[in-house]
């Protein structure tokens, strides 16, 4: 069965987390993508830019979206908690076909969204149809346990990654991004061993993982998609290590994915390109 378009509101809406880093001036195909997903020339595309300091950064991507054929773009200055109960912002929401979190801080991202009403309508916006982008610190924060920090470049230890709650689009995934451009691999694997149940999703830059409502995800973009299974694990020394300490994680799997190959979140399965007779390509977006 092909994936809901935007107005099909009886099927979730894509959830769609990009590792940063995005080109922005060539091909843009993400965003060409996102853009497609949302309605094209009909669409309503609601940047929030919560996570940036910079001002520039909605009207960056407002830029971007309205230059790719996006019929409106409204970008939500939103800065402090207070502002998530203005009512323009509510009414934006409603009227949005596609909704974006850029990147930034997501711990800013949280904190200043995070338990708010705004919160709560953006997840039945997604759960209605709507299409939810988020670039590096915005892909991060779309899932039920964040990736709130950790250094990249160590192996998996006690103490090697942050969690904090995210705003819950899924709570299939955990997600990590800029992922092999700062060497994550690590931390990624801290945080599934926290839950085996969770599947960590390793986004690099210039990549995306367009999860759509059947839980099945295709990467587009000119990186790879790591993607960690612990739900085999059959020993972690995780509950009793030492602050700092080595860590011990044995029957991991472990899948990287290029452009093009998909991966069932229900099934934990994999599939390279054009191998997964069942699903629909996503629409392609004209050059």
């Not at 959830?15 to 996102?34: A, C, L, N, S, T």
């Not at 939810?132 to 990249?152: D, P």
């Not at 705003?167 to 955990?174: D, H, S, W």
């Not at 999860?211 to 587009?220: A, M, R």
């Amino acid at each position: 069965m092909c994936p809901a378009s935007p107005s099909d509101k009886t099927n979730r809406g894509f959830i769609i987390p990009i590792g940063g880093g995005e080109d922005r001036v060539k091909e843009m195909q993400i965003h060409r993508r996102f853009v497609e997903l949302s309605g094209g020339p009909d669409a309503f595309i609601v940047v929030i830019p919560t996570a940036s300091m910079l001002d520039t950064t909605g009207e960056e991507y407002d830029r971007i979206f309205s230059g790719l054929g996006a019929g409106h773009v409204a970008v939500m200055p939103i800065s402090r908690r207070t502002d998530c109960d203005n009512p323009e912002f509510a009414r934006l929401l409603d009227k949005a076909t596609g909704i974006f979190i850029t990147g930034g801080n997501q711990l800013r991202l949280s904190a200043i969204l995070g338990g708010t009403p705004l919160v709560t309508q953006i997840r039945r916006r997604n759960a209605s149809g709507v299409p939810v982008a988020g670039t590096s610190a915005g892909a991060s924060i779309m899932s039920e346990h964040m990736v709130a920090g950790g250094q990249g470049n160590e192996a998996p230890a006690e103490g090697a990654v942050a969690l904090a709650p995210g705003i819950g689009l899924t709570n299939a995934v955990i997600i990590d991004q800029h992922f092999t451009q700062r060497n994550r691999l690590g931390r990624l694997l801290t945080a599934s061993s926290f839950n085996p149940f969770l599947i960590g999703l390793g986004i690099d830059e210039d990549t995306a993982a367009f999860i759509g409502p059947d839980d099945v995800l295709e990467v587009i973009g000119s990186g790879t998609v790591t993607l960690v299974d612990a739900s085999q694990m059959t020993h972690s020394s995780m509950w009793d290590a030492k602050p700092g300490e080595a860590l011990t994680l044995l029957g991991l799997r472990l899948d990287v994915l290029g452009e093009g190959c998909r991966y069932d979140l229900k099934a934990r399965i994999a599939y390279p390109p054009d191998d997964h007779p069942a699903l629909c390509t996503l629409p392609i977006a004209e050059t």
